[in-house]
């Protein structure tokens, strides 16, 4: 089975600091995505990646970096968080080669920012 | 861009019962995919079913079906016979047709389904 782990289930942070939000999948897919959900927003994308070192900005990026130095793990950096940063945060990935394009996800972190 | 529609933020229903979630969607796209995401509550986002727009033929999964209607930009899943185990927020969510390095889903806002015992 596939298995995407986050490091953390839930974390509180204060503002201004420096948030590391770390993904780990075992099945060796090339493409791996960080979202926000937010009540009646649903969910929405931040960044994603499809190839080591690789990153694409997506619907919302203001404000998160990330990081992709190994094909398994994918990192969402908050540079200086702020209390609008509090959400669900759920990472995901996907065989590059599928025809399936199913997206696995992880149990999800949830941030608050006080 | 595309955007995806879910006009029903929650339902209920008995257990055993047939229960339609609506979603719309809005894309200049000839070719794409469209997928219903179900989140159990405290548990991880699970794929129900997938749809290819090429394809006529509405897709099934078990108790778990589609309506599609490409031109009416309309997917709604049917869920018969349902569980408690049903019980979750269920997300539709659509894909352009792949190019390399480019998987993005774009969701909706969810449906929260109750399943009443």
């Known amino acids: 089975d596939v298995k995407v782990t986050q490091s953390s289930r839930y974390l509180v942070k204060r503002t201004g600091e420096k948030v590391f939000l770390e993904c780990v999948q075992d099945?060796?897919?090339?493409?791996m995505f960080w979202y926000r959900q937010d009540p009646g927003l649903g969910l929405r994308l931040i960044y994603f990646?499809?190839?080591?070192?690789?990153?694409e900005k997506g619907d919302i990026p203001e404000g998160y970096s990330v990081s992709r130095e190994k094909k398994e793990r994918f990192s969402l950096i908050l540079e200086s968080a702020s209390t609008n940063q509090t959400s669900m945060y759920l990472c995901?990935?996907?065989?590059?080669?599928?025809?399936?394009?199913?997206?696995?996800f992880g149990p999800g972190t949830r941030l608050t920012v006080t | 861009a595309q955007t995806v529609t879910q006009s029903q933020p929650e339902m209920s229903v008995q257990e055993a019962e047939t229960v339609t979630l609506s979603c719309t969607y809005d894309?200049?796209?000839?070719?794409?995919?469209l997928f219903w995401y179900k989140q159990p509550p405290s548990r991880q986002m699970i794929l129900v079913i997938r749809?290819?727009?090429?394809?006529?033929q509405n897709a099934t999964e078990n108790r778990f079906s589609v309506n599609f209607q490409k031109a009416a930009k309309s997917f709604s899943l049917k869920i018969s016979d349902s569980q408690l185990g049903d019980t979750a927020m269920y997300f539709c969510?659509?894909?352009?047709?792949?190019?390399?390095?480019?998987?993005?889903?774009?969701f909706g806002t969810g449906t929260r389904l109750t399943i009443i015992p």
């Open positions: 995901a990935s996907s065989s590059g080669s599928s025809e399936l394009y199913e997206q696995y």
């Open positions: 099945m060796d897919h090339e493409n």
């Open positions: 990646s499809y190839d080591v070192k690789m990153k």
């Open positions: 894309t200049s796209e000839s070719n794409y995919y």
């Open positions: 749809q290819e727009a090429y394809k006529q």
């Open positions: 969510a659509f894909m352009k047709h792949r190019n390399f390095g480019n998987e993005k889903l774009t």
